[in-house]
């Protein structure tokens, strides 16, 4: 098992641009969430995807979406990149329900310049 | 959300176990604990979580207060491998984490 892999690992952009981050869940499970995290701090909670559809969203713009294909992979949209959107960006699978373990992946870390 | 607080940092000698506490005052009767560590350059790694009881599994034990106000982190026997920032986080039926800023540990050879 793969665990969940992420795509690409690092990826360089200019603001204004669009940047598109690809993740793909733990063998099994049905559930994708994203998190942001700036260097020194804990990971933010973007948005979480469950049966194709966004189902908790954290304090983030419209400016970040996301969309979840029927094969439980997903992938995280930022438009107009601003310089502050620099940072890493983490995709973590589980199954459905409060008590369940969430598997990481190492992240994409975006660079906008 | 709930919130849950932290030391900075902690540290420890090798072989020796490392108390980590959390102190959750306003957790509800659903919330899970969990804990997680993230090492450097790596994505946060599931350690334990458990809602009254205490739990033990291979990498450590989690020591839930009777009134569940506060929790405690064990690693029995730290070695440099577990050098790494630790997160506290309630988990409820809203199904997001939400991490604090952690506690950082330092492990001494």
């Known amino acids: 098992d793969a665990g969940v892999t992420q795509s690409p690992t690092h990826l360089i952009k200019t603001r204004g641009q669009q940047v598109t981050l690809r993740c793909s869940p733990k063998?099994?499970?049905?559930?994708v969430s994203w998190y942001q995290q700036a260097l020194g701090q804990g990971p933010q909670f973007i948005f979480q995807?469950?049966?194709?559809?966004?189902?908790q969203r954290g304090n983030f713009p419209d400016r970040f979406s996301g969309h979840q294909f029927p094969n439980y992979s997903s992938e995280l949209n930022v438009n107009a990149l601003l310089l502050g959107d620099s940072a890493l960006y983490l995709c973590?699978?589980?199954?459905?329900?409060?008590?369940?373990?969430?598997?990481f992946g190492q992240g994409t870390r975006l660079t906008v310049v | 959300d709930a919130k849950t607080t932290q030391p900075n940092s902690m540290e420890s000698n090798e072989e020796e176990p490392v108390h980590l506490p959390c102190n959750h005052s306003?957790?509800?009767?659903?919330?899970?604990i969990h804990w997680y560590r993230q090492l450097p350059s790596q994505g946060p790694e599931y350690v334990i979580h458990?809602?009254?009881s205490n739990v033990n599994n291979r990498m450590a034990s989690l020591a839930i207060a009777e009134d569940r106000k506060s929790s405690t982190l064990i690693l029995h026997r730290a070695t440099l491998r577990d050098a790494a920032v630790y997160y506290c986080?309630?988990?409820?039926?809203?199904?997001?984490?939400?991490f604090g800023a952690g506690t950082t540990v330092t492990v001494r050879a």
């Open positions: 973590a699978s589980s199954t459905t329900g409060g008590d369940t373990e969430a598997f």
């Open positions: 458990g809602l009254t």
């Open positions: 986080i309630l988990g409820s039926n809203d199904y997001k984490l939400s």
């Open positions: 306003t957790i509800s009767g659903t919330d899970y």
């Open positions: 063998s099994g499970h049905d559930t």
């Open positions: 995807y469950y049966e194709e559809e966004e189902r």
